[in-house]
């Protein structure tokens, strides 16, 4: 096969990828996950620290996939400069999936280290390697669910995507979820999953972002040759997976696909807890 043309799926693990200390990722927070009110607000932004609103992440098209499978766009209610805001009409029980869509960001130039590693904006005065560009695409995802919390995997097959195997609404401490990391459908393999929880920089003083080469947590997940991880949450509250895929077009060109999936982990088991 033409090298120019073939195919490298990774997820910062044999391709890694740093960007400046001010990356940023994307990130959905529902106010509540288990809808009981019709004040269901969701926030679409950026942050380096979840899941504070750095400034606000914009996309073409915002969906919300219906338990039956079918599709509606949403329409942004608000945006300021930190935050774009939904209020998704929740009418029927079961689980919705609310997705970004892919929002295609900007061109960076990079360089290509002799080790494989991609490094590029303040990152390349201090690494040398073969010039390259980097296009740049985020997507973010949530659940949220009404009444029983029906859950079917529903991938849209386009895009990174981490998929829950089974109800992401059923998350507890000291529980399990298997999910599985797509592209455009396939599961790709050896995917590193940062895991990231809410304020846990001011435990854990966290220096580096997400992205960075050097920054290995201990939480970090590798999918395995179908693509699936388990996750075991540490902590309740909200918790924040993410995935860096990288795909080579040519010598020259690269495209970075990041995906996010918001989760809340309840600190005992099923959901009961919200029944107010």
């Known amino acids: 096969m033409n090298t120019k043309l073939k195919i490298f799926f990774c997820a910062l693990t044999f391709s890694v990828i740093a960007i400046s200390a001010r990356a940023h990722v994307p990130f959905l927070k529902p106010n509540q996950f288990l809808v009981l009110h019709n004040r ?70 990079g360089v290509e280290t002799p080790e494989g590693k991609l490094y590029f904006s303040d990152d390349t005065l201090r690494f040398a390697g073969h010039k390259i560009e980097l296009n740049y695409y985020n997507s973010a995802d949530t659940y949220v669910a009404k009444g029983n919390p029906d859950y079917s995997p529903k991938p849209l097959n386009t895009g990174v995507e981490i998929i829950p195997l089974s109800s992401p609404h059923s998350l507890s401490l000291g529980g399990t979820l298997s999910f599985r990391v797509l592209n455009n459908g396939m599961p790709v393999k050896n995917a590193r999953i940062v895991v990231a929880y809410n304020n846990e920089h001011y435990l854990k003083h966290r220096h580096g972002d997400l992205y960075d080469v050097e920054n290995e947590r201990e939480s970090n997940i590798h999918s395995d040759s179908d693509g699936t991880f388990t996750f075991t949450p540490k902590q309740a509250g909200l918790v924040l997976l993410f995935v860096t895929v990288h795909k080579k077009l040519n010598d020259f060109l690269w495209e970075s696909y990041n995906s996010s999936l918001t989760l809340e982990v309840h600190p005992t088991f099923g959901p009961a807890m919200h029944q107010h």
């Open 40 to 109: 269901l607000v969701i926030e679409s932004s950026y942050t380096e620290f979840p899941f504070q609103a750095d400034f606000a992440m914009t996309s073409p098209h915002f969906w919300m996939i219906n338990p039956n499978g079918s599709k509606t766009e949403l329409t942004p209610v608000a945006k300021t400069k930190g935050a774009v805001y939904l209020e998704p009409d929740i009418v029927e029980n079961g689980t919705y999936r609310i997705n970004t869509g892919i929002r295609k960001g900007p061109r960076y130039r």
